[in-house]
């Protein structure tokens, strides 16, 4: 129960990122915190004590063995949330720079004034 309750302060932590500050940078870093949360609530969904790999080594036992297998869904979705993060990620930065660029500033409130 501990790691879900550590891994919603972390979801929180993240969403105050976005939501309470100005600078983009400090932004980016929330939502980066709210994805690496949300991956480690689905490993921990996915995680079983004493569960082994999926792989079925002797079709006689597969019965017995398949009791112990651990669920490769999540982990398969948590692998595919990373590559997607990590273009998500890129993309938000070049924004970040592109914005820097233009009005020479982080701060969300100065780049909405310097419209145009």
Do not use: H, W
Not at 31 to 50: F, Q
Request: net charge positive; hydrophobic share 55%.
């Amino acid at each position: 129960m501990v790691p879900y309750i550590l891994c919603t302060i972390l979801l929180l932590l993240g969403i105050y990122g976005i939501i309470a500050k100005k600078n983009l940078v400090k932004i980016v870093i929330g939502l980066l915190i709210i994805e690496y949360a949300t991956n480690l609530l689905l490993i921990l969904i996915g995680y079983r004590t004493g569960g082994t790999a999926p792989i079925v080594s002797d079709a006689r036992y597969a019965a017995v063995e398949s009791a112990n297998f651990v669920d490769p869904i999540p982990q398969a979705l948590i692998v595919t949330s990373i590559v997607i993060g990590l273009g998500i990620t890129a993309m938000v930065i070049a924004i970040c720079l592109r914005l820097y660029e233009k009005y020479g500033t982080f701060d969300i409130l100065q780049i909405r004034r310097l419209k145009g």
